[in-house]
């Protein structure tokens, strides 16, 4: 329901005109005589009608016995009832109209009940004749102060503010309820979702996007439903305002059943980092993080990199302020000479000649404003730290002034200060606040915010960077299919290490040449095909780590020499897994790259997102070294070079001493492939290369396994983000015969689009942007190529590559609404080729995909002075409609009922 339903109706949740309280009592601090307190005592604008079969009045407000009693339809339910009785309440509730619901009882399968679980499902039948969203069930409710409404059981209103705080707990709800009180904050929402059996986080997220109320959104996750729902939402509201979040339960318990090295290593937790990053998301670790992180990202500051330099009159605040650095992974500032002899010029002799600035404990006003001065000028360093501690010599208050009068000379400089104390920098703090300069209380806290601004800026930055147009892989997918599926008709879960990389050199991996042998007489007759110097591993179906138990021999040099390691193999193998299968052995070629690091790359599943991919450090110790980052795919060589550089053995890769730079281009494009091989091939669920070498010269894979499972699904279904949809493109043709590709835009796309819009005049563009615009941005052409495929669809025509570089001659966009049900197109052609039928074919194709999508009607804004525009849309069935409030836009509409 909840994958379907996205912001249906939570107009009603969150702007009711008529409440109704189901299970309301006058019984002291109960659960029902709380709610109605809060509802009633909370300044809503409209009806509150309490239901309980018992009671005349609740809190001297006329009591209704029954749902069918209620005077007026109710726009929203909240409903504190035992279990048994809520399928009926909700049934009873929709044929009276309500459209959402919040049930605040527990009982509805928590901890696998089962009688639970069926009452569960019963109240979500109930729901969906009738559309009704439900929060919760087992949650403290929901407050919005904007509209007067404190639907739950908490202890107190918060104040009007514009954070969004949802969180599947409601304990921690009471808690920062409480926190943020006395701390003034305020908040636009504050919602439990408790079990999230309907709406859940990609549904408010969605609805929180658009919210003019909400600056920020701070997310209490405890897990995950409907993935790429999230994704999506997440990504989009992202792009428009901070997205806090702090997860609970960081467990790896779901590794430990795991087949391979790579399902070992891919733990949860470190699959919800990579989801966060991969959408823009700050991720902290603690509540109080998680409100330091809002404040300072409210702030709008803009940091360019890492590098910090710090002011401080007191030296050893600056030696904290610096370790807090190291340990959040910042960088020390390193001074430019010019900068030094400014300060040289205007500090003491005995200042510390370096960063930290210690200006020294009876650092005046005008001693601070110097220090800034002279930071401003060096390009070295991204923001600057100002630290104060309390001393009998100076005024810390005259410091703070000093502070904010530079910031407001120094227009763009970012600032963060730490007044330390608490009587003497009180009022600093609050001068601080009210010029909206950042402040903390401690010098670690101010670096951790300095870092939150760090890692905010990375994560949106990786959201915009364009990659570079490469070679796309053309893996022989079909061949694959095939092996997959004969391995699978056989009721075999495992490929053999030979099939493993048979699929790996399909998709483009360069992998060591292998053979098997049957026996010891065998593997001396392939090892003398193969050439010397070999490797013989054991091959047997029961046997993951072959190490382990003694089934690697190297560095073989003749025939009886493989012989004779294969007889004594067989005899160690038995002896350590005596239970296991022997099917022969594999020779492989000997590799020799002295210079070569070993990786290790692959593919896990997670339960909530689906499949990941993970890089890393490899070889034997690869747990015990535990160098590893996650990554969920489609990756393309930007995500690549991110997911390989968020690890330790990355600077080994970059070369040191005598050991020359790895060829990342090549180890990128094996992450690239194996992306899209779990994104074609939905049957494997864990693929481990361990170890892939890397040098100079490339990447090989010396060991493969990859383990499969039936999968009926739709293809791709089971990313957590949906893969570039090759199965749109195709070739056509304009109407003066001009052969033409049309596919989706890919992130690679915008030097073509940049292109496109240089070759079209400003008028057309003007047109398409309903205003001038002198200059297209990268980051404006970044939010034009890079989508998701899953909310927002943009089809490009494009010349055909014997006809040279390809060249982008119009394009076209759908954005679907979160409900799924409506699109707004926008569509594009290149000045110089309109009027040849283009816009048109670029129409019929979004229609069609608009068809596929179920959507059912396709809108769109048009200004009336383009008419050529308008004449299309006529042509296609549009009905044409000026606007009332503004003439000179027609708004144009068109249902959705068949094939274009």
Not at 63 to 77: C, I, S
Not at 374 to 401: G, H, M, Y
Not at 598 to 605: D, F, P, S, T, Y
Not at 749 to 772: G, N, Q, T, V, W
Request: glycine fraction near 8%.
């Amino acid at each position: 329901m909840g994958s379907i339903m996205t912001i249906r109706n939570l107009d009603a949740l969150f702007m009711p005109k008529t409440i109704t309280l189901v299970g309301a009592s006058n019984t002291p601090r109960s659960v029902g005589a709380v709610l109605a307190k809060n509802l009633i005592e909370s300044g809503f604008n409209g009806p509150i009608m309490p239901i309980n079969p018992h009671e005349q009045a609740i809190h001297s407000i006329l009591n209704y016995k029954t749902v069918a009693g209620l005077p007026a339809d109710p726009d929203l339910a909240v409903l504190c009832t035992p279990p048994p009785a809520v399928p009926e309440l909700i049934a009873q509730l929709g044929a009276r109209g309500c459209r959402a619901a919040v049930v605040i009882t527990a009982g509805f399968g928590e901890g696998d009940q089962v009688a639970g679980k069926d009452l569960r499902e019963a109240m979500l039948k109930a729901a969906q004749p009738h559309l009704l969203r439900i929060v919760g069930p087992n949650c403290l409710g929901f407050i919005s102060p904007h509209v007067g409404i404190n639907a739950s059981f908490a202890q107190l209103t918060p104040a009007r503010g514009d954070i969004a705080f949802l969180t599947q707990s409601g304990a921690v709800a009471t808690a920062i309820l409480d926190w943020a009180t006395a701390r003034g904050i305020g908040f636009s929402h504050l919602v439990s979702l408790g079990d999230m059996s309907d709406v859940d986080f990609g549904d408010l997220l969605d609805y929180l996007a658009l919210d003019p109320h909400t600056s920020a959104i701070l997310l209490y996750v405890e897990s995950i439903t409907q993935a790429r729902k999230f994704m999506s939402a997440a990504r989009l509201a992202a792009r428009s305002k901070p997205v806090i979040v702090i997860k609970a339960g960081r467990s790896d318990a779901g590794a430990k059943a795991a087949l391979s090295h790579t399902g070992a290593l891919a733990g949860s937790d470190a699959v919800y980092d990579a989801a966060f990053r991969r959408v823009g998301l700050l991720r902290v670790y603690t509540l109080q993080e998680l409100f330091e992180a809002a404040a300072t990202l409210a702030t709008r500051m803009k940091i360019p990199g890492a590098r910090l330099a710090i002011v401080t009159n007191g030296g050893g605040v600056g030696v904290l302020a610096t370790d807090a650095l190291s340990d959040f992974g910042g960088d020390l500032a390193a001074l430019d000479p010019d900068t030094i002899a400014t300060l040289d010029a205007a500090l003491p002799p005995t200042w510390s000649h370096g960063n930290p600035i210690d200006v020294l404990g009876d650092a005046s006003g005008k001693r601070y404003s110097a220090a800034l001065g002279a930071l401003a000028k060096d390009t070295n360093r991204d923001a600057i730290l100002v630290l104060n501690c309390p001393t009998a010599v100076a005024d810390s208050l005259d410091a703070a002034n000093a502070v904010i009068e530079a910031s407001r000379q120094l227009h763009g400089v970012p600032i963060l200060t730490s007044w330390l104390g608490e009587r003497a920098a009180a009022e600093a703090r609050r001068l601080f606040t009210q010029h909206r300069i950042p402040t903390y209380e401690t010098p670690d806290q101010a670096v951790r915010a300095f870092m939150h601004l760090v890692r905010y800026r990375r994560n949106h930055e990786l959201l915009m960077q364009t990659p570079p147009s490469i070679s796309a892989i053309k893996p022989d997918s079909d061949a694959v299919k095939e092996i997959v599926r004969e391995a699978l008709a056989e009721g075999r879960t495992v490929l053999s290490n030979v099939e493993s990389k048979w699929v790996l050199r399909a998709y483009g991996i360069p992998v060591v040449e292998t053979a098997t042998a049957r026996d010891p007489a065998d593997a001396a007759r392939v090892a003398a095909s193969i050439g010397f110097p070999v490797v013989l591993k054991i091959l047997s179906p029961d046997i993951t780590h072959k190490s382990d138990v003694g089934g690697v021999r190297l560095s073989l040099a003749t025939p009886a020499a493989v012989e004779l390691a294969a007889r004594q193999m067989i005899e160690t193998v038995r002896n350590h897994a005596p239970s296991a299968h022997i099917d022969g052995f594999m020779v492989e070629a000997m590799v020799r790259r002295p210079y070569a690091q070993e990786l290790i790359a692959g593919i896990a599943n997670d339960p909530a997102f689906g499949p990941v991919l993970l890089f890393g450090q490899g070889g034997t110790s690869v747990e015990v070294v535990g160098d590893r980052a996650i990554g969920l795919p489609p990756l393309n060589a930007v995500l690549a070079e991110e997911l390989i550089g968020r690890t330790r053995v990355a600077r080994l890769l970059r070369g040191y001493r005598d050991h020359p730079p790895c060829n990342m281009a090549a180890i990128e494009g094996a992450l690239v492939a194996l992306s899209q091989l779990v994104s074609d091939i939905d049957e494997i669920v864990e693929l481990d290369i361990n170890p892939l070498l890397a040098d100079p010269d490339g990447v090989i894979a010396l060991d493969a396994r990859i383990a499969l499972k039936p999968y009926t699904g739709l293809p791709g279904d089971r990313l957590a983000i949906r893969p570039y949809p090759s199965e749109l493109e195709r070739t056509t043709a304009m109407n003066d015969g001009r052969p033409i590709a049309i596919r989706p835009i890919r992130p690679e796309d915008e030097p073509l689009l940049l292109d496109m819009f240089s070759k079209s005049s400003r008028e057309d563009i003007r047109l398409r942007f309903f205003a001038p615009i002198k200059e297209i941005t990268h980051a404006f052409a970044a939010r034009l190529t890079q989508i998701d495929y899953n909310r927002e669809m943009a089809l490009c025509a494009l010349t055909l590559p014997a006809d040279g570089p390809e060249t982008l001659l119009g394009a076209v966009r759908l954005i679907i609404d979160p409900n799924g049900e409506s699109a707004e197109f926008a569509v594009f052609v290149r000045s110089d080729l309109k009027g040849k039928g283009l816009g048109y074919l670029l129409m019929t194709e979004i229609l069609a995909f608009a068809y596929g999508r179920n959507v059912s009607h396709v809108f769109g804004e048009v200004l009336a002075e383009n008419t050529s525009m308008l004449h299309v849309a006529e042509a296609l069935g549009f009905t044409l409609k000026r606007t009332i409030d503004d003439p000179g836009v027609v708004h144009v509409d068109l249902p959705i009922t068949r094939p274009p």
